[in-house]
């Protein structure tokens, strides 16, 4: 089946660096994969959708990379502020494609410091 | 434009009472989903209504949980009977159409079954 893995560890970093959030799947290769944003008590927030054939996406302080040969994707936050902190989801879509259902990662939790 | 809505934020029921969570979508959006995260877990599917219609249930655990998206716009959820399983974090999302992919989040309804 299906299997996404997140560092289930938070991430500590300092403010100013920058942080990089991994997100590793297996089994098939999907068309698409997002990247989300949820804080406590919130619903995600979606931030950023690369596609198989985008090897690099950017939207202003994040860069998201795919590489569907390792199946893996790279969520970067360059000069990180204390208000990034948050938990960050990977997610794709299934195995039969279509528009349908995301299947998440159990997130990694960013965190960083002043 | 108002955001996905979800009601209640909370509900503590004992076992074997029914509960009803209600989603209202972001005006517009053909495209709503249910989604559950359990203790520990990651967010899981439910389901996928493309207006009135149920396009995927295959998430769904059991028949004790019934939805409807009656006229295409709001939804809801109903648990009858509730188990101490149900418990988690309800969420509804809403996505725009065919050509959209990133999926809109309500705050989610946190159930407690006791």
């Known amino acids: 089946s299906q299997k996404i893995e997140q560092n289930s560890e938070a991430l500590n970093i300092q403010e100013g660096k920058t942080a990089t959030l991994t997100c590793n799947y297996t089994n098939y290769s999907p068309a698409y994969l997002q990247w989300y944003r949820q804080d406590p008590g919130r619903g995600p927030v979606f931030l950023l959708l690369?596609?198989?054939?985008?090897k690099e996406k950017r939207k202003e302080r994040l860069k998201v990379t795919f590489d569907t040969t390792l199946k893996q994707s790279l969520f970067h936050i360059t000069a990180s502020q204390p208000a990034d902190s948050a938990t960050y989801l990977c997610?794709?879509?299934?195995?039969?494609?279509?528009?349908?259902?995301?299947?998440f990662g159990a997130g990694t939790r960013l965190a960083v410091h002043p | 434009e108002a955001g996905v809505t979800q009601f209640p934020s909370h509900s503590v029921i004992e076992k074997g009472q029914t509960v009803t969570l209600r989603c209202d979508p972001i005006s517009g959006h053909d495209n709503l989903y249910w989604y559950r995260r359990v203790m520990g877990k990651e967010i899981k599917f439910l389901l996928h209504f493309v207006k009135e219609s149920k396009q995927d249930e295959s998430g769904m655990p059991n028949n004790r949980f019934l939805a409807e998206r009656t006229g295409g716009t709001y939804s809801t959820l109903k648990v009858q009977p509730a188990e101490l399983e149900d418990s988690g974090v309800y969420f509804c999302a809403s996505r725009l159409g065919r050509n959209s992919y990133e999926q809109y989040f309500g705050p989610g309804t946190r159930l407690t079954v006791t």
């Open positions: 997610a794709l879509p299934p195995r039969d494609g279509g528009y349908n259902k995301l299947i």
């Open positions: 690369i596609r198989e054939n985008e």
